[in-house]
């Protein structure tokens, strides 16, 4: 939710700036900003509503010269996306400039103080209380008045600051919203995110709540609220400038659903012991003993991920045999849950920012629960917040989509069940025979893949459809749900996912002619439950396109289409049935000419409530 990126320098900032917004567009997009201050010391300043290329037309034929400046991708929470609510925002005097990544909470407290006292307002930002309050404290150094600033501040915030009257420099903070510093040589970098800066630096620092600091171009300091030094470990980033960029296809999402195969093997890589039917997680290693006392595992996430846990709830429980229970994040951090001694918290996160997820954890860790994540993105806040945790290493996700951090999600589960249930109950075979299986699933994706153009010719049949239902029981309900969201956030066609089990209790009676079914119905144990409902959907005359395994003939007599997946363990058929559904989606929205990678009202990463 909005990015930021900062430059100061011996080089020309604007291209840097305009660059990383770039790569930062993912995680807001209605409107955006930049602040270069030139050698004179004079601020050029461009707000634009719309996305980074409609920065770039209003920047057109500008020769902006300066070496430090600031930049802003918004996700408006506070007033529409206009120009004016666009940041950078200003003091009174034009000689402050904040761009804003968070909430402030008591803006309109704050707002209503300040405009006593003099200040003036032109926004309907909560955002532009920052630098009226960073004016009303500034006595000759930057730092001190937003330190002090901040300290009357309540809520979240990643901010980065220029003041003319204390220049050359980038003042900064972070509390619940991310950033980072990007450490080059004679030149520094601030960012929301590593994708920003990699074209630049490898450098990075990860900065905690209630750190805040200063880069110039040859330095950097972070301090806490209380002005105390605070020393900070830099870390060199493995993901790589082609990772963070679109390689030659349309999307990012496209990208990312053909990168699934690569994705999975990473997830997998040295961390099968095949002989022993053991899984290796060496970011467990320091909890191994609790986690052979566990009685439940609760886990915790949102969105995609959470559906992913919701298959992982399957998978452990029918091979680990530990009781799993699913909390969606946002009721879960607002819930007096019952937690027990040897309960264990697993949060799953992309990109280790979601604020429902991290507060959850949070809660949870308080009340002196093991906590565990499985995150992609290394050094994000859930992933330093978390005792213990894996890693996907599924490399950035930039398309808004989730798509290749839910297969990595989901790969990772059917490891931790194996890692789970040979501490408990699950005999060598059983872990042998999950483990080769997984194995092959990168070649099983590779051949959905390969067979994309199928997929491409039923976006073509159905892409006026208003309306789809989305059918899958056990393993696969989860993956009708995945369906459902992947085709509502980037097409904006109404679709409802659902345990093919409960459409008699209601949502047959949507079913006619017009509103088509996708039923995932591998040949699995309840493949047969999945046909009955089939023919009670043909009965109503509504269309079916069926998701099957391959050699499956008779499904070819009962749905209108079928999409075929190669046959594997039941348990690990989510990983290639939730394949075809997302080349579904991408190939419906491209052809009603939306943009999948950003898909409206969303953000990637959401960082606020
Ligand atoms: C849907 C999607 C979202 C995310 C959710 C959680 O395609 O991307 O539903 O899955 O916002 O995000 P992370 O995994 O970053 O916590």
Redesign the pocket.
Known sequence: MCGIIGYIGKKEALPIIVEGLKRLEYRGYDSAGIVIIDETNTPYIVKTKGKIKDLEEKLNFKKIQGTFGVGHTRWATHGEPSDANAHPHFDCKKEIFVVHNGIIENYSRLKEQLQKEGHRFITETDTEVLPHLIEKYFKGNLEEAVRLALKKVIGAYAIAVICLKDPEKIVFARQSSPLIVGLGKGENFIASDVPAILGYTKKVIYLDDGEMGVITKDDFQIFNLDNQVVSKKSHYVQWSLSQAEKGGFDHFMLKEIMEEPGAIQNAIRGRIMLEEGMVKFGGLENVIDKLKNIDRLIIT???????AGRVGEYMIEEYAQIPVEIENASEFRYKKPMLRKNDVLLA???????A??LFATKEVKRKGVLTLGVI??VGSS?AREVDAGVYNHAGP?IG????K??VS?LTILALLTVFLGRQKEMSLVMGRRILEELLKIPDFVKQILAKRDKIKELAEKYQNYQNFLFLGRKYNYPIAQ?GA??LK??TYIHAEGYPAGEMKHGPIAMIDKNFPSVVIAPKDSVYEKMISNIQEIKARKGKIIAITTEGNIEMGQLADDVIYIPKTLEMLTPILSVVPLQLFAYYIAVLKGLDPDKPRN?A???TVE
């Open positions: 996430a949102m969105g995609t991920a959470l559906l799953i996160s992309q990109s280790g920012e979601t429902d997820t992609n993105v859930i996700e808004v989509a989730a798509t951090s839910f999600q995945e969201l992947k956030e980037i969303l990637k990463s959401v």
